[in-house]
């Protein structure tokens, strides 16, 4: 994919009035403008930098570009944010980040924090001011703050914007007016600490760790900024109600403004600690080397290549291409690729299949409660005009996932297990690692799609994921260790190692198996450079989940071969799901595909009373007589165990072939119905510690100790 970053050029910066020395602080340098192309590289793609200027227009049309990554902050005037996004719009060019209209609001500080008021959110009280005469009828609280209403990057933010006195106030709005273009912001100013809330993503944005800037004078002036003189500290040391807090404000103002892609939200605490909302910047600085988004990007293990990567793939999730030019493009056994352009509207999965209006109506209603979204991979299998289609069944929301009374957000009370963050504990001996929260492909019947999977305010930090560690390595009773979500394939190969690595040093952990559907719904992802890294921490196990047998394709086939050569065993465990799968056909074809592709049947699960799922679920008894429909007509090592998981742990639920006793017999039925009696008497075989006598068998053959005797 041909990427053009778009950026400003600091030698272009025109002198505006006195020239103040922050102009042109809001854009990168090029040392900034290097990394980002080549993490875009590093994605996969072309990549191209344009310098922002009169011509753009032309420009952009004479590259052609597949996407923009835009970073430019625009040339000039209180809309100059929005130029880029909105001449790309009128091209119809995709592009990163948010569209015109957030960037032009979000720039104007005070209407965006009489939005934020607006929707609950606590700011400080504030006036704009345009000419000093309005001070006259001023009704704020000294100590106050003077900024300028229409800059970002700390422009316009001295020593002196904390003013005690109306003397200075009117020495600090006489110098913003005369420097910077647009009004004047005064606010009540906010002693306490000051904080930044990072979110990434779209539909389903992700949280970043907080970081809190520390600076000696108590809040962050460009002086600081400029000398790249701060305490930076991510994560915050906060207390958990303080965080859930300020990631509630940074996710309320952000979708108020409809950001998209990736924002930083700046706050301060007041003198009762209670977060105050400053304002929103939704083009924050992407520097590896010094800005804040970065730093807490790194702090939830996300390299500034997987950063950028990110950005373009939400980007992609927006764009609408056609099927059977997917299929065709030379990137589409790449699976950043996929990842980059999953399927999350309306419009992109049109491409694909022919929509009902019923499926229409539940994307639109389902989406607003659960995450969705489709690899191109996944989605090319579907079905393109059969609603009922096993595939879109799995993959599309549906409008019965709203009318659920039974249905529980957390049926096997996994956050009641879980001693330590991201660490569930049933079994004495083994425990579920959960490392991640994202997944190629959303299922409708995932397990934690209410608690988890896709959730933006879930931690997995660094810290948190080396505190789940330390959990396991202080309790060496802990010898099985499963590394679960989310999809853990989805980290990248350093970060997935540096896991496997740490837990694979404890002594005690004798066997670390992962919980993966990549090799089903992003079967790219298997990798010969992946499998290289996972053969080194043997005994290494991978369960997947393949649930019909149309998931079984030529790509799902080489993923688990490449995997089984690494002498990975492969076990699968489907979902019993109505209409999907639950016929005994269907499951008998799916076990034995699956052996075929060097996958071992290993459980069928019961699907769980789980919020959302009622259409997905069987009757037990069903699910029982799809399992002895198996038994005999196929190979034993192709029958899987069916199993519903309890907040208890697991319960087997399969079917008896004991009919009773008669006697001395105990009755069985083959798996054909034939009858069976095994003679096998109560009190037969039993001795006790008191018997010194040995009783020898009338079989003339044998030469035991035991009681046995001849059916006569």
């Known amino acids: 994919m041909r990427v053009i970053l778009v950026y400003d050029e ?41 310098v922002l200027g009169e011509d753009f227009p032309a420009q952009i049309r004479r590259l052609a570009p597949d996407l923009v990554f835009n970073i430019a902050e625009g040339i000039s005037g209180p809309t100059r944010e929005s130029i880029v996004p909105a001449w790309l719009d009128q091209l119809k060019i995709p592009y990163t980040g948010s569209d015109g209209l957030a960037l032009a609001i979000s720039l104007d500080k005070a209407q965006t924090k009489m939005l934020a008021a607006a929707r609950g959110v606590s700011t400080p009280a504030f006036r704009r001011v345009r000419h000093l005469a309005e001070l006259d009828a001023l009704d704020l609280k000294f100590p106050l703050f003077v900024k300028p209403n229409a800059e970002g990057s700390s422009m316009g933010i001295r020593r002196a914007s904390r003013v005690q006195t109306e003397a200075q106030l009117r020495r600090q709005i006489e110098w913003v007016l005369q420097n910077y273009p647009g009004d004047c912001l005064i606010e009540e100013f906010v002693p306490g600490r000051e904080f930044c809330v990072g979110i990434l993503g779209d539909r389903e944005p992700t949280l970043l760790p907080i970081a809190e800037i520390r600076c000696a004078e108590g809040f962050y002036s460009y002086e600081y900024k400029h000398r790249h003189d701060k305490e930076l500290i991510c994560p915050a040391d906060l207390r958990q109600e303080t965080v859930d807090e ?58 500034h290549a997987e950063l950028i990567g990110r950005i373009v793939g939400y980007a992609m999730e927006r764009v609408p291409v056609r099927k059977e030019v997917l299929r065709t493009t030379t990137d589409w056994d790449d699976w950043r690729w996929q990842l980059a352009n999953r399927i999350a509207t309306v419009d992109a999965l049109e491409t694909y299949i022919e929509l009902t209006a019923e499926e229409r109506a539940g994307i639109e209603a389902a989406s607003r409660c659960f995450a969705w979204s489709i690899t191109p991979y996944y989605a090319s299998l579907m079905d393109r005009t059969d609603p009922r289609c096993p595939i879109r069944m799995q993959a599309l929301p549906s409008i019965e996932e709203l009318y659920d009374e039974a249905g529980q957000a957390d049926p096997l009370l996994e956050e009641k297990h879980q001693p330590v963050d991201l660490v569930i504990r049933v079994y004495p001996d083994r425990v579920a690692f959960c490392v991640g929260n994202r997944c190629p492909v959303y299922c409708r019947h995932c397990l934690r799609k209410e608690t988890m999977v896709g959730k933006p305010d879930v931690d997995f930090s660094d810290k948190k994921i080396a505190q789940g560690i330390e959990y396991i390595r202080h309790h060496p009773e802990i010898r099985d260790v499963l590394l679960t979500g989310g999809d853990p394939l989805l980290l990248p190969d350093d970060r997935l190692e540096e896991i496997l690595a740490r837990l694979h040093e404890i002594p005690s952990v004798e066997v670390i198996r992962i919980g993966s559907r990549t090799p089903c719904t992003l079967p790219q992802r298997i990798t010969p450079e992946l499998c290289r890294m996972l053969e080194k921490y043997h005994p290494l196990y991978l369960n997947t989940q393949f649930n019909h047998p149309r998931e079984i394709t030529a790509e799902a086939e080489r993923a688990c071969g490449r995997l089984a050569s690494a002498g990975i065993p492969l076990g699968n465990q489907s979902v019993l799901l109505r209409g999907i799968n639950d016929d005994p056909e269907t499951m008998k074809t799916l076990c034995r595909e699956l052996m075929r592709i060097r996958v071992r049947p290993y459980y069928v699960y019961q699907c769980q009373t789980l919020t959302g799922t009622r259409h997905f679920r069987v009757p ?10 198996l038994q005999g007509y196929t190979s034993g090592l192709a029958v899987p165990r069916y199993i519903l998981d309890t907040p208890y742990g697991k319960i087997p639920l399969m079917p008896s072939y004991v009919v009773g006793r008669e006697g001395d017999n105990v009755v069985m039925q083959s798996y054909d119905g034939k009858i069976w009696r095994e003679h096998n008497p109560l009190n037969e075989c039993l001795t006790t510690q008191n018997e010194s006598k040995s009783v020898r068998c009338n079989i003339s053959s044998c030469s035991c100790s035991c009681t046995c005797k001849e059916d006569g």
Do not use: W
């Open 246 to 303: 300020m990631n509630r404000i940074g996710l309320e103002v952000y979708r108020a403004l409809g950001c998209r892609d990736f924002a930083r939200v700046d706050l301060k605490l007041d003198g009762a600690g209670r977060p105050q909302f400053l304002e929103i910047n939704p083009l924050p600085g992407l520097s590896p080397y010094y800005s804040v988004f970065t730093v807490q990007a790194q702090a939830a293990g996300i390299s």
């Open 620 to 629: 037990i008894e069903r699910g029982q007589e799809i399992i002895r429909s």
């Open 10 to 50: 600091l030698v272009r910066c025109a002198p505006v009035k006195a020239a103040p020395e922050d102009l042109g602080a809001e854009y990168e340098d090029q040392r900034t403008i290097e990394s980002i192309l080549q993490a875009i590289r590093a994605n996969g793609h072309d990549a191209e930098g344009l």
